[in-house]
């Protein structure tokens, strides 16, 4: 299926026509029987139109990818439609009527039947081949729904759920051809969701609440975590045990974090300086006094690696408590309720399967990033399923990808207040509970 299909049936009919009707125009017999051979041009015609419209899926990487399965099969319609018509229109201008042209006196019975069988042969060849190209199906995988995910990191075990769904199958189960694309510090997931850059995004509630207040048009389909990982990080014989202990510190953090706004103005911070992130834990190790953001189910591995102890505050107990959570346009949702639904769906079984076995998905992230070694993917399982982040305070999963209204709404209200969003919106916009509520 390529968009030349309908041209190449029309010019495979004409040249099967024009050849029945009209292929011994001349008055002598040397001329008729010269005519045969020099029909290699459309021999030629009908094996290269047969051969654009039966390329391998792997060969036409367009093909489907380009369009939704609707669309495919709409095209595949039209197509058979066209065929139809086609084999309609030889099939009137090969009636015995037609076929029986004035030939020379001196061509012989035999020569005359021999042509005429001829030119019924080729054009029934090239009516089949033509069947064949535009309604043949397709191989399975082009009959799935391409779906990209922007993650907000290099791949890990924070995004493992999304890998044990597409190397256990279940996007594909659902019909689904899902390219899970990595992040990185200069990433921004929602701007390339925005700009078409992918079909899905990985990001946390307060941050679409944001947008939306932008007018960028997010929802929040489900929750990758119930819970946020992200806390403070100090060495173990550090003074401050808890978050009023840090007025008057510095803390490395990403620019503009809007938790650091909120310590700000919950703890009453006077002196408590923020300075950027760096993404890795080398200052940490040569600087007894440093204090950075991180995720509980990562930087600390790599801390008692290098034999240090680490002590770690999470966020969510301050009462900022946002979720983990992917998201798309609300113009794609719209658009795609129906592959909307089957992507949360294998998201959420991955990430319910994930917490139970990790090994598939871990293999697959190591494939794909070899920093990750088994170990390190091991303790940020451990410490995923030991903190509840995944499952949230159901231990038996039942709670897993859902939403309750109400921590979006306390989360916007504190959105608010920081007058991070500067304007009244409707917190309910920016999410939806139609994808999970039956999960």
Known sequence: MVSRDKPVVGLLSVCAITRAKYGYPRSDAGAAQERIPRMWWYRALLAAGFA???????????????????????????????????????????????VRLPLPRNVNCC????????????????????????????????????????????????????????????????????????????????KLLVTGGANFAMDSSDHVLVSDAEGLGLVGVGATMQQDPQAVMLHAEDP????????????????????????????????TKEIPATFTVANFLHDPQYIQQIFVTSEPFYVQKEGQKV??????????????VFCC????????????????????????DYMQDP?????????????????????????????????????????????????WADIYQILRELNVITKDIDPTQAYTLDFTKNL
């Open 240 to 271: 401050a045990t808890r978050f009023e202990d840090l007025e008057g510190r510095t803390i490395a953090a990403v620019r503009g974090a809007i938790w650091f706004q909120y310590l700000i103005q919950k703890f009453g911070f006077k002196n």
């Open 311 to 324: 002590r770690t505050l999470l966020i969510k107990d301050t009462g900022y408590a946002p979720y983990r």
């Open 111 to 190: 020569c005359r039947g021999n042509m005429i069988l001829r030119s019924l042969i080729f054009a029934g060849t090239g009516t089949v081949l033509v069947l064949l190209a535009g309604c043949s199906k397709s191989p399975t995988q082009t009959q799935l729904t391409p779906v990209s995910l922007q993650t907000d990191w290099y791949p890990q075990a924070e995004h493992a759920g999304f890998y044990n769904a597409l190397v256990k199958g279940y996007y594909k189960e659902a019909g689904l051809d899902v390219t899970i694309l990595p992040g990185g510090p200069n990433v921004s997931p929602t």
């Open 329 to 352: 346009t609300r113009a794609y949702l719209e658009k795609n309720r129906e592959v909307v639904q089957k992507f949360v769906a294998a998201s959420v079984r991955g990430w319910k």
């Open 52 to 98: 654009s419209q039966y390329r391998p899926a792997y060969l036409r990487p367009r093909t489907c990818r380009a369009v939704g399965l609707a669309k495919v099969e709409a095209r595949q319609r039209s197509i058979r439609g066209s065929c139809q018509f086609a084999v309609g229109f030889i099939c009137f201008y090969l009636r015995p009527s037609a």
């Open 359 to 407: 090994a598939e998905a871990n293999a697959e992230i190591a494939k794909r990033n070899p920093e990750m070694n088994k170990d390190q993917m091991e303790f940020s399982w451990k410490a995923l399923k030991d903190g509840g982040f995944v499952y949230g305070p159901d231990p038996s999963g039942a709670t897993t990808g859902k939403f309750e209204t109400q921590r």
